[in-house]
């Protein structure tokens, strides 16, 4: 459950009972089961909405700022579309040299006075822990969308959306993530989040210096969940269900030639996809770079484009929850 009470300005028709208005959305941590199937009941009447009429004006005169520190496209441009289909605005701050950043306005000053302007805020930062401090500073809601190595909470929430959507359920799965699981932000928040089903097994597959970081899977352990670490996936595709692959996070290497000798240690191919179950699915964040053989995106289990769009629902239901709407 959200933890703090934000927004003293309580505008007229709110649902100022709604549990989480004004709530800021930091980490997965926030998040009991009874939250996630609410989150997902509602994403899933968005999904519906937009099927049958596209657009409607639940959030109408309401207004998002989008404050970009790092590059994004799917982020960026499904909060901005969730907005703008439950009839709200947007102010997209994304070339973040061109404002005040690049005179040297600290972050908390840069919140502070989009709160003065919009209902809620996303970020994304490179830093751990910016959202939170990006919370302290400001009195609007503000959602993390990814503190450098951190957490990206609404990714990993779409991502267990999708699980919901394409298999049918969320307990009794083998979830097997791959790649660069030490920068990967999504896959902390996602094995964190994970661990609010019954009956789920979590294997990770990376290279030797891009392991799961300890802090997680000590969390992991203490909420009783099984998991293991691999080198190889051979052993463990063929009784995953979810293969979660992941892009080896360039930006975060100091050393150009370390990450030149891990970019390509994992490929997914159709030729590897042959011990896998027939009904599985393959989901990733994106973007690619060369994780994933463009000749498998034909391949029905093949959900990462799917994935795409039940963010745009997940993100629907979590602007509407925070501005009291939902
Ligand atoms: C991810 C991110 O930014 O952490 N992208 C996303 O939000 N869909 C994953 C990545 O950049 O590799």
Redesign the pocket.
């Known amino acids: 459950m959200p933890t703090k009470a934000k927004s003293p300005h309580l505008p007229f028709g709110d649902q100022q009972t709604a549990p989480w208005y004004g709530k800021d959305i930091l980490s997965v941590k926030q998040f009991s089961r009874p939250d996630l199937e609410y989150i997902f009941g509602v994403a899933h009447e968005m999904r519906n909405m937009v099927e049958r009429v596209g657009a409607f004006d639940l959030l109408k005169g309401k207004i998002l700022a989008n404050l970009f520190y790092?590059?994004?496209?799917?982020?960026s441009s499904s909060f901005m579309a969730a907005m703008q289909r439950l009839g709200g605005a947007v102010i997209p701050i994304s070339e973040v040299r061109y404002s005040s950043v690049a005179k040297g306005e600290s972050l908390p000053d840069t919140v502070r006075t989009l709160g003065c302007y919009a209902d809620v805020i996303v970020i994304?930062h490179p830093e751990v822990g910016s959202a939170a401090q990006a919370a302290e500073a400001c009195s609007k809601p503000i959602i993390n969308?990814?503190d450098g190595v951190g957490e990206?909470p609404t990714?990993a929430l779409l991502d267990v959306f999708t699980i919901r959507e394409e298999l049918g359920r969320l307990d009794n799965l083998t979830v097997t993530m791959l790649g660069?699981l030490k920068y990967?932000?999504?896959v902390h928040s996602l094995a964190r989040l994970l661990t609010r089903f019954d009956g789920i097994t979590l294997n990770y597959v990376s290279p030797d210096i891009l392991r799961m970081p300890r802090d997680i899977i000590d969390e992991v352990a203490e909420m009783k969940v099984p998991q293991s670490e691999h080198s190889s996936l051979d052993k463990v595709l063929p009784q995953t269900d979810v293969l979660y692959v992941?892009?080896v996070?360039r930006e975060r290497f100091e050393d150009p030639a370390v990450y030149e000798r891990v970019k390509d240690a994992f490929v997914i191919a159709p030729e590897v996809m042959k011990s896998a179950k027939e009904r599985m699915i393959v989901i990733h964040?994106?973007?690619r770079v060369n994780e994933i053989s463009m000749a498998f995106d034909a391949d029905p289990r093949a959900a990462y484009f799917r994935q795409?769009e039940y963010?745009l629902y997940v993100r629907m239901a979590l602007l509407a929850m925070v501005l009291g709407k939902a």
């Open positions: 790092e590059p994004s496209t799917r982020t994304r969308a990814g990206h990714q660069d990967g932000r999504t992941t892009r996070q964040p994106l973007p795409m963010g």
